[in-house]
């Protein structure tokens, strides 16, 4: 395992300079090895390691029965909290058992005949945006899925003791409505590949004015279609959005349009599968360990966590008890404590006073992680009112500027004292420059300046 680890780093260093032929069948390699349980953790370590030279290069991926089935309702994806259902999204652990259960319904012979199709059929080219293969064999398993599938749940639904039945040889209740979630997207599959293609790569920042008009008609068309849950073009679109909210509008937009779920309208669909999103996200701060999550870490969870809830806040999704925002926000206070704000003095302090230090490049690494606390300080104050720090961020910022100063005043007393004379003037300069810096960086530009031009004339009467 250690020469795996060895390996991987090497392939991490070099990412960018391994040719796109290479990657591509690195890739294809990798993905085949993961059918083999003992090669699994390392496959998927290995895919973690190429992720980001996947998203340049795009080399066309070991395509199976299996990936065609999960594609259309892919965007639903999510890696499991808890063992709960969330509303719109389906686990990634229920893929493996729900697609068992599909493959066990199907005509053994034809799912054989499908497999030898798809391997004869040639991979796209490296870079494309997307695989023909998906659609030309999809529109084939999606179909015939989604009838078996939903034949087998009506059946549970009208049979108690067999719905016992299929929730037990699934493995759970969850895996049982995620079923239920995947044969509602593959009934409406269609549609779906039609409305991806009109919009950019995922994530998708920003819905263009052509994007929004297409979403309407696609989602009037479906809905006076009659044909399956138009819901589910809701949910398939959050979950390819870095900013769900701005389709809030836009479905309210929608009226009275059905949804296929129960009484919800779109704009009340919508919010349903935002909120579940946002319970899951806060639900992993809870999760969190503060000693292994940086400085700057800490402080971007704290500026996501304010920007969720204020947005949730601002849309009125968040009136009534709120326990999963609550105790986040409760974690994210401690994490602020003990994980920024504890020991921030003497970290900060211990990186100014090293004029001395032999080790150059230790000592650049402390101020360096004394900056990077200082960064995440003044980050978190600008949002710390949101989460009940602010009190905290304040007097430790003063305590700092306060030390500081009070080291600055120290280090000019030194200087007209000739104690650091040995030096030279160079290096005493250098050290003023990072007490100057962080000084600005705690209490800015004027206390700052202050201390530069006490400790330049100082340093002036120097011996040469």
Same mark, same amino acid.
């Given at each position: 395992?250690?020469?795996?680890?060895?390996?991987?780093?090497?392939?991490?260093?070099?990412?960018?300079?391994?040719?796109?032929?290479?990657?591509?069948?690195?890739?294809?390699?990798?993905?085949?090895?993961?059918?083999?349980?003992?090669?699994?953790?390392?496959?998927?370590?290995?895919?973690?390691?190429?992720?980001?030279?996947?998203?340049?290069?795009?080399?066309?991926?070991?395509?199976?029965?299996?990936?065609?089935?999960?594609?259309?309702?892919?965007?639903?994806?999510?890696?499991?909290?808890?063992?709960?259902?969330?509303?719109?999204?389906?686990?990634?652990?229920?893929?493996?058992?729900?697609?068992?259960?599909?493959?066990?319904?199907?005509?053994?012979?034809?799912?054989?005949?499908?497999?030898?199709?798809?391997?004869?059929?040639?991979?796209?080219?490296?870079?494309?945006?997307?695989?023909?293969?998906?659609?030309?064999?999809?529109?084939?398993?999606?179909?015939?899925?989604?009838?078996?599938?939903?034949?087998?749940?009506?059946?549970?639904?009208?049979?108690?003791?067999?719905?016992?039945?299929?929730?037990? =040889?699934?493995?759970?209740?969850?895996?049982?409505?995620?079923?239920?979630?995947?044969?509602?997207?593959?009934?409406?599959?269609?549609?779906?590949?039609?409305?991806?293609?009109?919009?950019?790569?995922?994530?998708?920042?920003?819905?263009?004015?052509?994007?929004?008009?297409?979403?309407?008609?696609?989602?009037?068309?479906?809905?006076?279609?009659?044909?399956?849950?138009?819901?589910?073009?809701?949910?398939?679109?959050?979950?390819?959005?870095?900013?769900?909210?701005?389709?809030?509008?836009?479905?309210?937009?929608?009226?009275?349009?059905?949804?296929?779920?129960?009484?919800?309208?779109?704009?009340?669909?919508?919010?349903?599968?935002?909120?579940?999103?946002?319970?899951?996200?806060?639900?992993?701060?809870?999760?969190?360990?503060?000693?292994?999550?940086?400085?700057?870490?800490?402080?971007?969870?704290?500026?996501?966590?304010?920007?969720?809830?204020?947005?949730?806040?601002?849309?009125?999704?968040?009136?009534?008890?709120?326990?999963?925002?609550?105790?986040?926000?409760?974690?994210? =206070?401690?994490?602020?404590?003990?994980?920024?704000?504890?020991?921030?003095?003497?970290?900060?302090?211990?990186?100014?006073?090293?004029?001395?230090?032999?080790? =150059?490049?230790?000592?650049?690494?402390?101020?360096?992680?004394?900056?990077?606390?200082?960064?995440?300080?003044?980050?978190?104050?600008?949002?710390?009112?949101?989460?009940?720090?602010?009190?905290?961020?304040?007097?430790?910022?003063?305590?700092?500027?306060?030390?500081?100063?009070?080291?600055?005043?120290?280090?000019?007393?030194?200087?007209?004292?000739?104690?650091?004379?040995?030096?030279? =003037?160079?290096?005493?300069?250098?050290?003023?420059?990072?007490?100057?810096?962080?000084?600005?960086?705690?209490?800015?530009?004027?206390?700052?300046?202050?201390?530069?031009?006490?400790?330049?004339?100082?340093?002036?009467?120097?011996?040469?």
């Amino acid at each position: 395992m250690s020469d795996l680890a060895a390996e991987l780093r090497d392939i991490e260093r070099k990412l960018f300079e391994i040719p796109d032929e290479k990657v591509a069948q690195l890739t294809l390699l990798i993905e085949r090895s993961r059918a083999v349980a003992l090669s699994a953790a390392m496959a998927n370590a290995a895919l973690g390691t190429l992720r980001p030279r996947l998203v340049k290069t795009r080399p066309p991926r070991h395509l199976t029965l299996q990936r065609i089935f999960c594609h259309p309702f892919e965007d639903l994806l999510i890696l499991p909290e808890d063992d709960d259902k969330q509303f719109g999204r389906i686990s990634r652990a229920s893929l493996a058992p729900c697609w068992d259960f599909v493959v066990q319904g199907l005509d053994g012979a034809a799912v054989k005949e499908l497999e030898a199709s798809l391997r004869a059929s040639p991979a796209p080219a490296i870079g494309a945006l997307a695989d023909p293969r998906i659609a030309k064999f999809g529109a084939t398993l999606w179909a015939i899925a989604a009838r078996h599938l939903r034949q087998e749940i009506a059946k549970a639904e009208a049979d108690a003791a067999y719905r016992a039945e299929l929730v037990a =040889r699934l493995g759970g209740e969850t895996v049982l409505l995620d079923l239920i979630d995947m044969v509602g997207v593959l009934e409406i599959a269609r549609p779906l590949e039609a409305l991806r293609e009109e919009f950019s790569p995922k994530p998708v920042g920003k819905l263009l004015d052509g994007q929004i008009e297409t979403f309407r008609e696609h989602y009037a068309a479906l809905s006076g279609s009659g044909a399956g849950r138009p819901g589910y073009m809701i949910a398939i679109v959050t979950g390819r959005m870095s900013d769900p909210f701005q389709l809030l509008p836009i479905c309210d937009g929608l009226g009275d349009l059905p949804t296929g779920f129960a009484d919800l309208k779109p704009g009340q669909y919508a919010r349903q599968v935002i909120a579940g999103d946002s319970k899951r996200f806060f639900k992993s701060i809870g999760r969190a360990d503060p000693v292994r999550l940086g400085d700057g870490a800490i402080a971007g969870m704290v500026d996501d966590f304010v920007r969720m809830m204020t947005r949730l806040k601002a849309d009125g999704m968040a009136d009534g008890p709120q326990p999963e925002m609550d105790a986040a926000g409760a974690k994210l =206070r401690d994490m602020v404590r003990s994980g920024i704000l504890g020991g921030a003095d003497g970290r900060i302090l211990a990186a100014l006073d090293s004029a001395t230090a032999a080790d =150059r490049e230790a000592l650049f690494e402390a101020k360096l992680q004394a900056e990077n606390r200082v960064f995440a300080i003044q980050k978190v104050a600008k949002v710390a009112a949101e989460i009940g720090s602010e009190k905290e961020i304040d007097a430790a910022l003063k305590t700092l500027g306060q030390q500081i100063e009070q080291g600055g005043a120290a280090l000019i007393g030194d200087i007209k004292a000739g104690k650091l004379n040995a030096l030279g =003037r160079e290096a005493v300069k250098q050290q003023l420059y990072g007490a100057v810096r962080m000084l600005e960086l705690i209490s800015g530009g004027n206390a700052a300046g202050k201390l530069m031009k006490d400790g330049l004339a100082a340093i002036e009467k120097l011996p040469g």
